[in-house]
């Protein structure tokens, strides 16, 4: 089985699409040459199109679900889609949350 270099992933639902968007932007800007891999956990049919442009999609549902859920009520399913890459086929993986904006390279992080 083939694996890559690196990527860049994140995760998000319709919620935080305006956001992702603003992520997704960043890094094309500033990591024209690092594939960038979004999960989708609730986007709507529209965002994915928008993305497609900037990104690979993969819809996901999380792969566990935290039943009553206690003191950790304010943990959203989408972000327990971030363990996902754990399947993706790519030598280093940097899952970035989707609330950030990249302001320059970031290929020094991967040489860590």
Known sequence: MKTFDRCIATSSDKEYFPALMALLRSLKKTNPNIPVIVFDG??????????????????????????????????GKTTLLKFEVADLKYDKVLYLDVDMVVLESLDSLFDL
């Open 42 to 75: 609730g986007l709507k049919k529209t965002h994915v199109k928008r993305v497609s442009r900037l990104a690979k999609v993969i819809k996901k549902t999380p792969f566990i679900e935290l039943e009553g859920r206690g003191k950790f009520r304010y943990i």
